[in-house]
């Protein structure tokens, strides 16, 4: 799984398997970053509340970028009705960008509520209780079937990331892989390494 972070960028360009996570309010110039094609992603901040101008700033000053591997529409933490009415206002937007609008999955979504055609990409949000739920797996084995890249939010232990790889997640992020970077970007690989000792747990078969 792909690690993006947002904010320590020279320790993020030293990790193959690390890229940027851009967020409203506190991206950098994107001159500065030395971005790689699919391997960094724009977020919405909604977790600490959104900012409408500041995400449309974010959107406008990374508009040349190539390589991006979604912009996450707003949502609303733990409501899945609100985020679907914040979707279908926000992803024309980001789709006329150029961009592919990530969904976020909310608690109390069902499968045919999803505007699967709609998606340019699957982000596992929501409580704990969700993220850890059968639902949240479902919906993240039927997006991968469908060729959809999945992501989950707010990985920053070793159960959460295992969780996550078990559901088939292509990228997920942390916001304790920003706080000491070189201490905790690496643990990924160990978490990763000692998962792979474990063969109960079939990994290689989910992934």
């Not at 890229?19 to 094609?37: M, Q, T």
């Not at 101008?53 to 949502?75: I, K, W």
């Not at 596992?124 to 959809?148: N, R, W």
Request: proline content about 7%.
């Amino acid at each position: 799984m792909l690690l993006l972070v947002s904010g320590a960028s020279a320790t993020v360009n030293g990790h193959p398997d690390c890229g940027h996570l851009i967020v409203p309010r506190s991206w950098n110039d994107p001159a500065s970053l030395e971005l790689r094609p699919n391997r960094w992603a724009m977020d919405n901040g909604c977790f600490v509340g959104l900012d409408p101008g500041a995400f449309l700033r974010m959107l406008y000053a990374y508009r040349r970028e190539s390589g991006c591997l979604f912009v996450t529409a707003p949502d609303a933490v733990g409501d899945a009705a609100e985020t679907l009415q914040l979707w279908s206002f926000w992803s024309p937007i980001i789709r006329s960008l150029g961009r592919r609008p990530a969904f976020v999955a909310q608690d109390g979504l069902t499968f045919d509520r999803v505007p699967w055609p709609e998606l340019g990409a699957l982000f596992i949000g929501g409580t704990t209780a969700y993220k850890e739920s059968g639902a949240a797996a479902s919906l993240c084995g039927y997006a991968q079937s469908i060729g959809l890249w999945v992501h989950w939010g707010r990985v920053n232990g070793r159960n959460r990331y295992r969780k996550a790889l078990e559901a088939g997640a292509d990228s997920f992020d942390g916001t304790g892989f920003s706080i000491a970077p070189a201490v905790n970007i690496p643990k990924p690989n160990r978490w990763r390494s000692d998962l792979d000792r474990q063969p109960r747990l079939g990994l290689d078969a989910v992934r």
